[in-house]
């Protein structure tokens, strides 16, 4: 197996006196793309926000690049490089999707630099969007936005928060597509997601967590050509 980029080992987390995760340990690769699964409430967030530093974890670690990451602020996380898309995405709604790219941007380091175009280039429907306010754009195309926007900040990895929900089948396969260029471009990501037939489209690997608690560890294709485990750890 390739050298982690991303460890998380131990995690305890959660919200006042609610614990949230036990004990959750994964790790990434370089150019890996790996899918954090589970039910609603099952900790695929709260593992998220963890690792970026939203949350201080209770135990555990985190490394990143190599670099112990406890004590550090989520900008800092993501100034070594470690980009971040919450469920929510929290665009810049009252600027254009050009400004939100402009405020994305940060210098590449060591790799060809994420650029306006190139984005367009993954995310085709933004490049007539450039000067739209975001306000003014789907659902879908905000998801596009904050992902490339993410992206302008030149990341070696990505985390996605539940990137697939509420999107229209062609939109998903864009999304699809835009995971699989990043992964080309070896970036790691991890994804958080609940649409099975998504995480195998794009996933090398597969987390399931359950309660807080990581239940598997293994190849999506494994987890694929399972529908007992399945069943066990992901139906409704």
């Not at 940060?106 to 995310?123: I, K, M, N, Q, S």
């Amino acid at each position: 197996m390739a050298e982690a980029m991303l460890e998380a080992e131990g995690l305890r987390a959660g919200y006042g006196p609610a614990e949230i995760l036990f004990g959750v340990s994964l790790s990434l690769a370089r150019g890996e793309v790996a899918a954090l699964m589970g039910r609603n409430g099952a900790g695929k967030s709260t593992t998220l926000k963890a690792i970026m530093g939203l949350i201080t974890p209770r135990a555990g670690r985190v490394r990143f690049v190599g670099r112990d990451m406890a004590g550090l602020p989520p900008f800092r996380i993501a100034r070594l490089g470690l980009g971040y898309v919450p469920e929510d995405r929290r665009i810049f709604t009252d600027l254009t999707v050009a400004e939100n790219l402009e405020v994305g941007r940060r210098p590449a380091e060591g790799r060809d630099a994420w650029t306006p175009e190139r984005l367009f280039e993954v995310f085709p429907n933004l490049a007539s969007m450039r000067h739209r306010r975001a306000a003014a754009m789907s659902g879908g195309e905000q998801q596009m936005l904050a992902i490339a926007r993410t992206l302008m900040g030149n990341p070696a990895a990505v985390l996605l928060d539940e990137p697939s929900e509420g999107l229209a089948p062609v939109i998903l396969e864009l999304m699809a597509d835009a995971v699989l260029r990043m992964k080309r471009e070896g970036i790691a990501v991890l994804l958080s997601e609940q649409n099975f037939d998504f995480a195998a489209a794009v996933a090398d690997r597969a987390y399931v967590i359950e309660r807080g608690e990581i239940r598997y560890d293994g190849s999506m294709a494994a987890l694929e050509a399972d529908p007992a485990l399945r069943a066990q750890h992901l139906s409704l």
